[in-house]
C-alpha cells in the first residue's frame, strides 16, 4: 500500500487522500470523489478505511443517527460534541438551562477537538453540520499533517430524523432544526452534483440502510 492510498477489503471501500503540504493551495489536486451509497439493495460496505492521518467528518440531521454511528463503528480517535455535552449535563444542576452553559460546552467540544488533532493520529469528528468554518478549519489541519478530510453524510428524511430525537429523548428546538434542515439540504445537493465543500478530498452519502450496514470505520497504517 502507498502512502496516498488506503486499501479495499470485500467488504470495504477505499477512499482516496489528497496529502498536500501546510498551506497549499487546493488547485491542481486530484478531483474530489463521491461515492454514494444510498438504494444499494443490501450490497452496501461493511468498511470504510482512510488514511493515517485522515480527519473524517460525519454530518447529518439532529436524530439522524450520527452519535449512534461514531459509537458503534469508529476504530479509533473520536470526537463528538454529543460527548462533551453529557459530561456538561452530569455537572450542573439539573434546573439549569443548556443555552446557558451552551457556550461552554462547545469551547470545551473545540478544545477536545484541536488536542485529537495535535496527536497527528487519524480522528472522526461529529460537528454541527451549519458551521462551514469547522469544516475549512479541519481542512487546513488535515493538509498540515499529510492528511486529507473526508465528509460522511447521512441522508435521513426530517420526520425519521425527528422520530430519533424523541427516541433519544433529546431535541432541538424548531428554529434550529430548520436551519439544520437548510444546511443539510443545500449540502447534499451540492454533494451529489460533485461540488464538495473547500477542502474535501472525498464525501460519502450514506441513507439509513447504508448506515446499519457499516461495522467499522477505521485507520489504516
Keep these: 500500500m ?7 477489503t470485500t467488504s470495504g471501500i477505499a477512499l482516496p487522500k489528497r496529502p498536500a503540504p501546510a498551506g497549499e493551495a487546493c488547485a491542481g489536486l486530484p478531483a474530489p470523489v463521491v461515492r454514494d451509497l444510498r438504494d444499494r439493495d443490501g450490497r452496501s460496505p461493511h468498511a470504510l478505511l482512510f488514511g493515517p492521518r485522515d480527519v473524517v467528518v460525519i ?25 462533551t455535552r453529557d459530561r456538561w ?27 485529537a488533532l495535535r ?26 499533517r499529510g492528511g486529507a478530510l473526508h465528509l460522511l453524510l447521512l ?45 474535501c478530498a472525498s464525501a460519502v452519502v450514506l441513507d439509513r440502510a447504508a448506515a446499519d450496514a457499516l461495522h467499522r470505520i477505521a485507520f489504516t497504517g
Excluded at 472522526?124 to 469547522?134: I, P
Design 2 to 8: 502507498n502512502r496516498t492510498t488506503a486499501y479495499a
Design 119 to 144: 496527536s497527528g493520529r487519524g480522528v472522526v469528528v461529529h460537528d454541527c453540520g451549519t458551521q462551514s468554518w469547522v469544516r475549512g478549519w479541519l481542512a487546513r489541519e488535515a493538509r498540515r
Design 59 to 83: 454530518t447529518g440531521l439532529p436524530g439522524s443517527g450520527k452519535s449512534t454511528l461514531m459509537r458503534r463503528t469508529v476504530r479509533g480517535t473520536r470526537v463528538d460534541s454529543q460527548d
Design 155 to 199: 441522508d435521513v428524511g426530517a420526520d425519521e430524523a425527528l422520530a430519533g430525537q424523541r427516541e433519544r429523548g433529546r431535541g432541538v428546538s424548531r428554529y434550529a432544526f430548520l436551519r439544520h434542515r437548510a444546511a443539510t439540504t443545500r449540502l447534499l445537493a451540492s454533494v451529489t452534483e460533485g461540488d464538495l465543500p473547500a477542502g
Design 89 to 115: 449535563d452530569r455537572r450542573v444542576p439539573r434546573l439549569l438551562p443548556y443555552a446557558l452553559y451552551r457556550p461552554l460546552v462547545r469551547l470545551a467540544h473545540y478544545a477536545g477537538l484541536r488536542r
